[in-house]
């Protein structure tokens, strides 16, 4: 999922072509920095090269940033390869606090004296406080930006204020109480952001360089950073895709192992990928998992090292309700009816796993002990009869061609997806017969810019789309999943393609905010699911594994099926090459 103020659900992506390798080894022991260690690993990124670095807006919300960023600013929690949450020790010097007294939530947080920005400038409370008043807001009459995928967490502190020496304490008191309070200023998508690098002269000033972005070929703004690693703006080579990371030499934590991490970006054929780190032109690899590429990686033992990982990510459908034909949600339904999802999980990630399984829930994956199989029984299995009856009763005549058509509209639909990512091809050309039995035509197309920003017209955010497929890459906290599910206000469509709510869904997802038991916020998230397949706008198909492959020279790789990303420890990487 994207995630929201714990994190907007992230998107997983892929390019449209593979690209040629670079030259330069996967591991190599010239250092070329100082601050770190030494050697330099390649990861070959199978994900798009963004067009901005920006993780607040949609054109930033991507896998790839995701990874690039995952060491490059301060955040307060952690989310480790279990999916449990740690407060970061290098940020902070103690565990954050939690206190509710009558009803009002306070935490508090300590800074680490030595904690310290890339150029020098303390990192204190002043940070937080212009990080929550960039987020706090999507409305720009209350001097927020609409541009801001969520704003779920934020919205709801009423103050945060710095005190202490140095102005290290930070003292956090909300509204209303909000449960997944140790998302917030936390993950590579959602940090601690500088404000005496970033912070605007007013609201609209803030919203316009919000909106704007971090454009890749300008980098980072002032090269800033507040971990381990850094990017200068002359370590980004926007024409070979490729992007240099380097040790901050004002990093206050353990130094990193590596004096170099490169990301090359190598477009998502699984072919590249292996011949890449077979002939050691990269060291790690995190390409879309399928039958044959999984089989050729294992065959590189024990020179190359490589798990599975069923995390947090999972593949949908998304239907666009605007589109006239699926605004009908007797069409949605019949949709979903006409699907085998057994098939399409036999056909795609049960060919090298045999822990894959239909997900029926949005919220949860079937790993998550919260999960539950919320799916009605008409979409269990595949229902071409009902389907077909559904469809009848609502006006829908059989063609000669054998498609139902209403006045004058067949039920004809393009399935937009990402490029050269033969699973989810395979995917859609598995559903086509499959709709085609139930009177539905379905078509499949590779689009380039479905995860662009709103200036291009067939990406998610613009909604020229009938229907997408995608995965959400998302993070232990729930509530993030608000982004994508509420109502849509005006432009602001968060992360909420289908463009679909209710009233109902979103007084559960304000009481879900506010819940600190977790059983019972379990209990109103499966509710929220209910409510969820009863609108139909989206179709959870199967929780998406993930492969992570790596030289066996390369030490401490180990996968994060979170939002935090296979680079989640990259900082302490060490190759002997």
Known sequence: ???????????????????VLSACGGGSSDSGSSGGGSGRVIVGESADFPENLFPLISAGNVTSVANIEAQLFPSAFDVKPDFSVEYNQDLLTEEPTLDVTD???????????????????????????????????????????????????????????????????????????????????????????????LKAASPEAQCEATTAGWPIADGIPQDISGGPWQIKKDNIDVGSQIVTLTPNENWYGEPTGLAQLVIQNIGSDPTTAVQGIQNQEVGVIYPQPQLDLVGQVADLAPEVD????????????????????????????????????????????????????????????????????NAPDEYKTQNTAQAKS?????????????????????????????????????????????????GIEATFNANPDIFAGPEKPTSLIAGGFQIALFAWVASPFITSNESIYQQVTGDN??????????????????????????????????????????????????????????NSSTENVEDNASQSGPLWNSSTWTTSQ
């Open 390 to 438: 559904l469809l009848e009763g609502a006006g829908y005549v059989l063609g000669s061609d054998g498609i139902y058509a209403k006045d004058g509209q067949r039920l004809s639909f393009q399935i937009d997806t990402t490029a050269n990512n033969p699973l989810r091809e395979t995917t859609v050309n598995v559903m086509i017969p499959q709709l085609k039995e139930a």
């Open 103 to 197: 009803g009002v939530q306070t935490n508090v947080y300590t800074i680490n004296p030595d904690a310290v920005w890339s150029d020098g400038e303390p990192i204190t409370a002043e940070d937080f406080i212009f990080s929550w008043q960039l987020q706090r807001s999507s409305d720009p009459a209350d001097g927020g930006c609409a541009a801001l995928l969520n704003t779920t967490g934020y919205s709801s502190i009423a103050s945060v204020e710095g005190s202490g020496d140095d102005d290290k304490t930070v003292t956090v008191t909300y509204t209303t109480p909000y449960a997944d309070w140790q998302g917030l200023w936390s993950g590579s998508s959602n940090p601690v952001f500088p404000s005496h690098v």
């Open 306 to 373: 490589s798990s599975i990982s069923f995390g947090l990510s999972f593949e949908h459908l998304d239907f666009n309700t605007t589109d006239p034909l699926l605004a009908d949600p007797v069409v949605r339904q019949a949709f979903g009816m006409a699907l085998d999802r057994q098939e399409i999980v036999d056909q795609t990630v049960g060919q090298f796993s045999s822990d894959a399984q239909v997900l029926d829930n949005r919220i949860y994956v079937n790993n998550q002990p919260q999960y539950v199989d």
């Open 493 to 550: 469509v968060g992360q909420n393609y289908s463009r679909l709510g209710t009233p109902e869904i979103d007084a559960l997802f304000d009481e879900l905010v506010a819940q600190p038991d977790p059983d019972q916020a379990a209990d109103l998230a499966n509710q929220i699911d209910v409510l969820l397949w009863d609108q139909m706008a989206t179709i959870p198909l199967y929780q998406k594994p993930t492969f992570l492959a790596w």
């Open 1 to 19: 999922m994207k995630f929201s103020k714990r994190g907007a659900a992230l998107v997983a992506t892929g390019v449209a072509g593979a690209m």
